[in-house]
T-cell receptor
Framework: AQSVTQPDIHITVSEGASLELRCNYS??????LFWYVQSPGQGLQLLLK??????LVQGIKGFEAEFKRSQSSFNLRKPSVHWSDAAEYFC????????????FGTGTRLKVLA | GAGVSQSPRYKVAKRGQDVALRCDPI?????LFWYQQALGQGPEFLTY????????KSGLPSDRFFAERPEGSVSTLKIQRTQQEDSAVYLC?????????????FGPGTRLTVL
């Protein structure tokens, strides 16, 4: 069965520190992978996506993610975190089962210390 | 134009009441999705429309849940005889075509609390 695992429920980092959020997926075919961010009271905003090609993907707000097929992972990274990055982050895989839909992980809540 | 909008933003219902949640997708977007996000969880797929056709309703948790998009634009998610386990944020998303490479744009959600 298709699934997405985000093993870290909460992460706390200091402003200016680097960040890595983990995501592992289970899907038999070539995955389409996404990272979304959700701020309180806001809808989900797409940070970046991977379909094919270069396994290192650049996104908005200085985020990047690396697809590693051998590890079934799509970890999100940022070299220097800003206080405004505090939010909840969701990894998702796009799957085809007659129609196309997303399967989301349970999310990682990021707290940024000043 | 504007993004995806949803109304109401908050809804409190007594158990057993019927509720209707509205989604206005981005103009011109063919595909529309509904998701349910329980507290502390990621969004879970409920149903998918392509224009007015409901092509996938495999995620609807029971026959108390019903969605429609009669003119291929605005969509309504209706929950009959609400139960406490229906308490969640209901998210609507739209995309230009619904294909794999299309970004889904999400609305702010409707937070439903069933007492």
């Amino acid at each position: 069965a298709q699934s997405v695992t985000q093993p870290d429920i909460h992460i706390t980092v200091s402003e200016g520190a680097s960040l890595e959020l983990r995501c592992n997926y289970s899907y038999g075919a070539t995955p389409y992978l996404f990272w979304y961010v959700q701020s309180p009271g806001q809808g989900l905003q797409l940070l970046l996506k991977y379909f094919s090609g270069d396994t290192l993907v650049q996104g908005i707000k200085g985020f990047e993610a690396e697809f590693k097929r051998s590890q079934s992972s799509f970890n999100l990274r940022k070299p220097s975190v800003h206080w405004s990055d505090a939010a909840e982050y969701f990894c998702a895989v796009g799957v085809w089962s007659g129609t196309y839909k997303y399967i989301f992980g349970t999310g990682t809540r990021l707290k940024v210390l000043a | 134009g504007a993004g995806v909008s949803q109304s109401p933003r908050y809804k409190v219902a007594k158990r057993g009441q019927d509720v209707a949640l509205r989604c206005d997708p981005i103009s011109g977007h063919v595909s529309l999705f509904w998701y349910q996000q329980a507290l502390g969880q990621g969004p879970e797929f409920l149903t998918y429309f392509q224009n007015e056709a409901q092509l996938d309703k495999s995620g609807l948790p029971s026959d108390r849940f019903f969605a429609e998009r009669p003119e291929g634009s605005v969509s309504t998610l209706k929950i009959q005889r609400t139960q406490q386990e229906d308490s969640a944020v209901y998210l609507c998303a739209s995309s230009l075509t619904g294909g794999a490479i299309d970004e889904q744009f999400f609305g702010p959600g409707t937070r439903l609390t069933v007492l």
